[in-house]
Structure formats: structure tokens, C-alpha cells
């Protein structure tokens, strides 16, 4: 198998596992880490899912992630590839990995810059190149300077140029990388992530659930799941719950997830004299239980999202769901439990419209809700079946 990568701190790189037999399709993925965000949450259901007698899965990481045990226990190599400055370094890190642990029949690239991965990829001979698009670049350009507009519109050619098939996880993200006339390439196609629903139809004891998490019994739980970086506007969210508070003093809010930003959200809520309606779990692999066994509601205020897993989990446990009018149609599984606003209303009416919800009869129970969810492209099962499909046709495709 050839001489081992060795680990470097910020110069070299180290397989977190080494171990594999012969596989009919060998792909590797690339992206930033397996932490707790939905890209790494399908990435780890499709380990657990796919058929491995068809698929060999490894993954090329900057640095290492909560996934990273469970990813290796189910038969994924992990290579960290600190991502250096000077593209030469990177590429010949690049072409040693897949020299020494090749040859691979596809390289399927998660990063918002993936262009040089991709020519990279080409010029090292890998047959199949799949750039997966996670987020609508149309308003990520308009978030970021110049220089970060430059390198996406040069990684946005180099994709164009030298991917054999691109995904994106909604025609809006479709549109925002590939263009407007992306449907009338054949190369590009929708291809959302997707969840596990076997979590939701476990039995959840609501009391047990509330009194772990220190949640008083009257309470109206509204939640939130989403790492704390500027993109989810948790500073939006505590100006809703401060408008909330006013009107119902037992209403809760339920933060899952961790980040940057949290200990500014944390200052922000006791600031605003709502330290005693917020509580903070950090991550938590539990999400589906808390919110089936936490939340009456779940708020959804980011400025952009590609297509959110979280809001797909939301509808499978049964809850109301209030959300930026911007992120995908697609992601909206079950109209009747979804509204949207736009971040041009007042936190007021965000808290007015959250606050009807608590006084409306529920439209319809979890178990239905989850029901409208299977078999479509969110549910895993189906999500993966599609996958290894994908994978087929283009290793007989390219003749690897």
C-alpha cells in the first residue's frame, strides 16, 4: 500500500485510519471536518447505510472532527490535510494521498472552493470529479470581499471546467454555481443531503426529556439547532425571544449546537435579562429525542441556508417551524407545519406570528408528519440507494 502518511503539524498529513479490502468503487470526500454540521451528519449516515460492497469510503479532512472514531469504525480512511496557503504544497500533499492510498474512481469535493481540487483531481487521472454545492453562492458573494468573491468566481470556472458531475442541494444553489440554464446540463443535477428517520420512531418520555435539561413543566419550548457563526442570526433570534418573553413569560428557548459566536449570544441573552428563558446544550448527538421530547416549536431565522437538514428533522418530529422566507422551497417537506417570513419584519412580528402557533391546534401528529417524509429524497434509505446509483453510472460512464 506503499509508505505511510505521516503526521505534521501544518505541514504534513496523517491517516486517522489505515485499514481496508478491495471495494468495487473506491470515492474519496473532501471536506473541511466531520464536526456536527448536516453536510458531516449525512456524510456519517451514508457510512452507516451505504452498501460497502459497492462502496469504499474515504475522507480527505483539514483537521479532525466529532465523527472521526465512528467514521473509521465503519471502514472510512481519514487523512488530515492541513490546507496550506501555497497551492504547490497542497498539491503535491494531494497527489502523494492519492498515489499512496489510490487509486480512486471518484473524488466528490464539499468545499465552496473545490475548483482546484477538482483540476487537481483531473490532472492526477481520476476519472470521476463530483463538486457538491451546500450553500446558494448567490448570496454568499454578497457576504464576503473581494477577495473571497474572487477565488469563488475562479473556483466556480475551474468547477465548470473540470467536473464530470455536479450536484447541489437546491435549484436555488443549483442556479447560484452552475447558472440559470443548469437543468439543460447533464451534468448538473439536484441532489439534496437527506436524514436518518429510524431516531423519530423511538418512544420519547417528554417529562424525563424536559427535567434532564432543567426545563420547567409549563413551559412553551421554542428550539434552534446550528452552530453559532454569523450566518445563523442568533442575534436576530434573542430580539424575537425578548419580544416572546414580553408576551409569554413561560416561553423557552432550546440552543443546540456551539461556535464562535456563542459566548456573544450567551452576553447578548444576559443583557437582554433572558438568561433565565435560554438554555445552551452545546452539541448533542441526540437531536431527534429533544425535539420530540423538548420543543413545542422551531425557529429558523439564518440569513442563507443550501438546504438545511435541521428544518427537515423539525418537520419529521411534528413541529411548527418559523423560517427565513429565503432558505429553499425544497426544504419545505410538509406546508402545513412551515411558515415563512422575510428578515425585513420586526423581531415583533416574528414573536406575534410564533406566539399564534402556540395558541393553534397541532395541524397534524408526528407519526403523519414523519409519514410524508419516507421514501422521499430526505430519507436516507432512499437518499443513498440514489447515491450508489449516481456512483455506478458514472464509474461505467468514464470506463473505471
Known sequence: MGKKLTHQTNQGERPLNASRGPKTVKILHVLGRMGAGGLENWLIQVLRHMDRKQMQIDLLVREAGLYDREAQALGANIFVVPYPSSPPV?????????????????????????????????????????????????????????????????????????????????????????????????????????????????????????????????????????????QKNHAFLVEIAREVVNREPQAYFLLIGDGPLKPAIQEKVEQAGLTRNFIFTGVRRDVPRLMQ????????????????????????????????????????????????????????????????????????????????????????RTNVARLEALHRQLVTAVGA
Open 293 to 380: 421530547g423538548a420543543m413545542d416549536a422551531f425557529l429558523f431565522p439564518s440569513f442563507f441556508e443550501g438546504m438545511p437538514l435541521v428544518m427537515i428533522e423539525a418537520q419529521g418530529a411534528g413541529l411548527p417551524c418559523m423560517v427565513n422566507e429565503d432558505i429553499a422551497e425544497e426544504a419545505v417537506v410538509i406546508p402545513t407545519l412551515v411558515q415563512r417570513l422575510s428578515l425585513e419584519t420586526s423581531a415583533a412580528a416574528w414573536a406575534g406570528a410564533l406566539l399564534a402557533i402556540k395558541d393553534s391546534p397541532p395541524t397534524l401528529s408526528p407519526r403523519e408528519a414523519l409519514a410524508q417524509i419516507e421514501n422521499t429524497f430526505f430519507d436516507i
Open 90 to 230: 497542497f498539491a503535491a500533499r494531494f497527489f502523494r494521498l492519492l498515489r499512496e492510498h489510490g487509486p480512486y474512481q471518484i473524488i466528490h469535493s464539499h468545499l465552496p472552493l473545490s475548483g482546484f481540487i477538482l483540476f487537481l483531481a483531473r490532472w492526477a487521472g481520476v476519472p470521476g470529479r463530483i463538486f457538491h454545492c451546500h450553500i446558494d453562492e448567490t448570496i454568499l458573494k454578497t457576504k464576503v470581499n473581494w477577495r473571497r468573491r474572487f477565488s469563488l468566481a475562479l473556483s466556480r470556472h475551474l468547477i465548470r471546467k473540470y467536473a464530470t458531475h455536479g450536484l447541489a442541494v437546491s435549484r436555488v444553489a443549483a442556479v447560484g454555481i452552475f447558472g440559470d440554464n443548469w437543468q439543460s446540463d447533464p451534468r448538473w443535477r439536484f441532489f439534496p443531503c437527506s436524514i436518518d428517520l429510524a431516531p423519530f420512531t423511538a418512544p420519547v418520555d417528554r417529562q424525563e426529556v424536559r427535567r434532564d435539561l432543567g426545563i420547567p413543566a409549563p413551559a412553551w419550548v421554542i428550539g434552534h439547532v446550528g452552530r453559532f457563526f454569523a
